[in-house]
Nanobody, 121 residues
Framework: QVQLVESGGGLVQVGGSLRLSCAAS????????MGWYRQAPGKQRELVAS???????NYADSVKGRFTVSRDDAKNTVYLQMNSLKPEDTAVYYC???????????????WGQGTQVTVSS
């Protein structure tokens, strides 16, 4: 069974930086496209950034130039470097990914449990 576990959230001041990590645990799998989503109180969950298996990236307009998504397939980990943080970046950040189980070649969508990011002004 594959699990996605986020870490790196916390409280930071405006203009600060955080790096989120999403580590996939388990065995016998391959990570495909991965993404970071966020959900602020009272708002819908939104896509922040995504990265394909060949490391092509895509960003929401609101984070372009400030956030960078990357992956280390040797560590089965995806990162989200967040710079120049703003109060409106405050949300629970979720890791999402398409994961293929090598034994049966089935691909499923997985979510992490989320990590809180709070930007104080």
């Amino acid at each position: 069974q594959v699990q996605l576990v986020e870490s790196g959230g916390g409280l930071v001041q405006v203009g600060g930086s955080l790096r989120l990590s999403c580590a996939a645990s388990g065995s016998g799998f391959r990570l495909n496209a991965m993404g970071w989503y966020r959900q602020a109180p009272g708002k819908q969950r939104e896509l922040v950034a995504s990265i394909t298996s060949d490391s092509s990236t895509n960003y929401a307009d609101s984070v372009k130039g400030r956030f960078t998504v990357s992956r280390d397939d040797a560590k089965n980990t995806v990162y989200l470097q967040m710079n120049s943080l703003k109060p409106e970046d405050t949300a629970v950040y979720y890791c999402n990914g398409l994961v293929t189980t090598l034994a049966n070649r089935l691909t499923r969508n997985y979510w992490g449990q989320g990590t809180q990011v709070t930007v104080s002004s």
